[in-house]
């Protein structure tokens, strides 16, 4: 089992909807969680972190489930601009050590007119 | 404009010749990092350092080395490429070890 497995989808979806994705991790005592974002041919750039009691930043929203192993990120209202790859990152306990950050494969996101 | 900068953007190298992919920050984050990043398979650590003077093997180092003389330069040596190596190489920083990552703009390696 991979340490962070996303749906690679393509997920793609009509302007204005609501779409979400999952992304679960093998070690349950990971610490953080981070969502990226890629456009194509461009470097990751965090999008935001996420919080245990889940946060919000404008049309996007993240969570986290400790019991069932993932996390979620939520984007209403999508946009053209949207369309990207969503890359879930995950930090272990083991400090000292850049192994701790583990990167999903990334989910494709396409937003159609 | 504060960041990082890497260099060259691409290049097309023959296998067996050596390469060093440059990365400088001048945001004066202490840890650094390079990645490859490959289809289907995501980000991979290939080397990292926690502070200038320290470095650690990622999950793919071999092939490859790397040195932290200052807090600012970060270069990835290929010793002799192989075509495997042909990927997209991603530097990073980040203030310490495990907060979140700043990305250069990538280096796109081909191998031939």
């Known amino acids: 089992r991979k340490e962070v497995e996303q749906d690679p989808g393509p997920f793609n979806v009509p302007e204005g909807a609501t779409v979400a994705f999952n992304c679960t991790y093998s070690?349950?005592?990971?610490?953080?969680f981070f969502w990226y974002r890629q456009d194509c041919r461009k470097e990751p750039k965090l999008l935001m972190s996420v919080y245990s009691s889940g946060n919000e930043d404008g049309r996007f929203t993240a969570q986290l489930n400790r019991a069932s192993q993932y996390i979620s990120l939520l984007i209403r209202d999508s946009k053209l601009s949207d369309s990207a790859t969503y890359l879930c990152v995950v930090k272990g306990i083991s400090s000292g050590s850049a192994r701790q950050l583990t990167f999903g494969s990334g989910t494709q996101l396409t937003v159609l007119p | 404009i504060a960041g990082i900068t890497q260099a060259p953007t691409s290049q097309i190298l023959a296998a067996g010749r050596r390469m060093t992919l440059r990365c400088t920050q001048d945001?004066?984050?202490?840890?650094m990092y390079w990645y490859r990043q490959d289809l289907g398979l995501g980000l991979r650590l290939i080397h990292y350092s926690n502070t200038a003077g320290t470095t650690g093997k990622g999950e793919v180092p071999d092939g490859y080395s790397v040195s932290r003389a200052n807090t600012d330069d970060f270069p990835l040596t290929l010793a002799s490429a192989v075509p495997s190596q042909t990927s997209v190489y991603f530097c990073?920083?980040?203030?310490?070890?495990?907060?979140?990552?700043?990305f250069g703009n990538g280096t796109r390696l081909t191998v031939t």
């Open positions: 070690n349950s005592a990971s610490q953080s």
């Open positions: 990073a920083s980040s203030p310490r070890i495990g907060s979140p990552l700043h």
């Open positions: 945001m004066r984050h202490n840890a």
